[in-house]
T-cell receptor, first 113, second 114 residues
């Protein structure tokens, strides 16, 4: 069953604006990851945040994690048309060293030039 | 970064036939690989964990006799969809872990069963 739930399911913004996507999960995690998927393609890993971290940055990406609320957010600043894709959060199964990921339903981001 | 390939990238087959999909780690060894299925406009669902030298572990609800997995070497895992039916049409993606948390995904295989 899907653990992660993203919202919004779809987001449309103008180029240059910021895009924020949220993810909630249900069980304890070791880490949470965000992935990007262009239409009909494989997944590209964006960023990983560990359970003991609260915020992480990578370029134009900013991820937050609130383990008390079991939620995470992904912020893309100064969006570009090339950012148009689906974004998924993924949580690892409980247990150290587990690589099995449970994916959320995803947010489809459209950046209008 | 590490590269995972899949072959074929897309395949069309007739109902009742079997289709084999390959997943290769090109520049690293993977004792474990994962197979996911993604229906249109939906998320990825883990189907099974492929283990080199031992039997695959299937997720609840996934028929192991229908989705045969063989992890033949440290760089190759295959998924065979046996007696395919139209409802098996989907996007199949494999992944392979490397390092402590990193996981690399293949580009996916789109299967259409007519």
């Amino acid at each position: 069953s899907q653990q992660g739930e993203e919202d919004p399911q779809a987001l449309s913004i103008q180029e240059g604006e910021n895009a924020t996507m949220n993810c909630s999960y249900k069980t304890s995690i070791n880490n949470l990851q965000w992935y990007r998927q262009n239409s009909g393609r494989g997944l590209v890993h964006l960023i990983l945040i560990r359970s003991n971290e609260r915020e992480k940055h990578s370029g134009r990406l900013r991820v937050t994690l609130d383990t008390s609320k079991k939620s995470s957010s992904l912020l893309i600043t100064a969006s570009r048309a090339a950012d148009t894709a689906s974004y998924f959060c993924a949580t690892d199964r409980s247990g150290a060293g587990s690589y099995q990921l449970t994916f959320g339903k995803g947010t489809k981001l459209s950046v209008i030039p | 970064g590490a590269v995972v390939s899949q072959h074929p990238s897309w395949v069309i087959c007739k109902s009742g036939t079997s289709v084999k999909i390959e997943c290769r780690s090109l520049d690293f060894q993977a004792t474990t690989m994962f197979w996911y299925r993604q229906f249109p406009k939906q998320s990825l669902m883990l189907m099974a964990t492929s283990n080199e030298g031992s039997k695959a572990t299937y997720e609840q609800g996934v028929e192991k006799d229908k989705f045969l997995i063989n992890h033949a070497s440290l760089t190759l895992s295959t998924l065979t969809v046996t007696s395919a039916h139209p409802e098996d049409s989907s996007f199949y993606i494999c992944s392979a872990p490397q390092g402590r948390y990193e996981q690399y995904f293949g580009p996916g295989t789109r299967l259409t069963v007519t």
